[in-house]
């Protein structure tokens, strides 16, 4: 992209922040005076003082003001249920990296073994394709129950969601490999060691990354999940603990955090694809 387009697009990310900002603002703005004599009487007949939380959807300025209070001292401890939101992303990247860690070691060497053999594809098709659908929070009950562990609980499921993408990718990209540079290899009577390493693999690698990025942002969106239903610590449970205390801006705060995370994971795996895309 050229330097005059980025300039462009990036105005044009700024204005629609901006309008996406004012229109938040607007939507946000005091009541007016029928909405303030419509809560007077949900109060005379109680439906508003049952729990005497404030239910207004906060502004952009109160979600910012909470956003700075987070960021100024991220990784303070309190006890269980008040820890810094560091913190709480520390655990939830380290689970996430451990699970995805695993998966890779599973599946890359299983999608090469795929890949370059007919026989074993055919025979393990079946089962990739009944295990694929099933979704990663549906073996968290079998998880806790067998772990008794909600931390390795929440490990496998990274590990369950992440193997698919990795495996299926890694499978079609050795099978893609170009039928020459097999041919060649094959003449040169290169071993399978090494013809896997050193022709099967850089071709395939560009493939293999995919799988990856993909993977890395499934498991970063399921870790969400299921650390609200294990709770303890982690981003998920940070989101769930703020809902129990009705604070939507520290919640929508996590919401931005996630987000952000989430972007820069994929940024950093596109930069890893791009580094190993093979060129003619």
Known sequence: MRLHDRWRAGVLSVVI???????????TLPKTTAQVVDD???KLVGAAAATGQKSTFPTPLDVGHKLVLAI????YDKGANDKGIGIQMAWSMGRVCLGFGLAALVAIPLGFLIGMSRLVFNALDPFIQVLKPISPLAWMPLALFTLKDSSVSAIFVIFICSIWPMLINTAFGVASVRKEWIDVARTLEV???????????????PTIMTGMRISIGIAW????AAEMLVGGTGIGYFVWNEWNNLSIANILVAVFLIGLV???LDLIFARLQ????FRD
């Not at 071993?191 to 690698?205: C, D, G």
């Not at 969106?221 to 969400?224: A, F, K, S």
């Not at 791009?274 to 895309?277: E, F, G, H, I, L």
């Open 72 to 75: 100024s001292d991220p990784f």
């Open 221 to 224: 969106l399921v870790i969400v």
């Open 191 to 205: 071993s399978p060691w090494r013809k896997a390493i050193f022709v099967v693999l850089p071709a395939a690698a």
């Open 274 to 277: 791009k580094a190993v895309t």
């Open 40 to 42: 007077e009487y949900a």
């Open 17 to 27: 922040l901006i309008v996406f900002l004012g229109l938040w603002q607007i939507a």
């Open 262 to 264: 989430g972007m820069v």
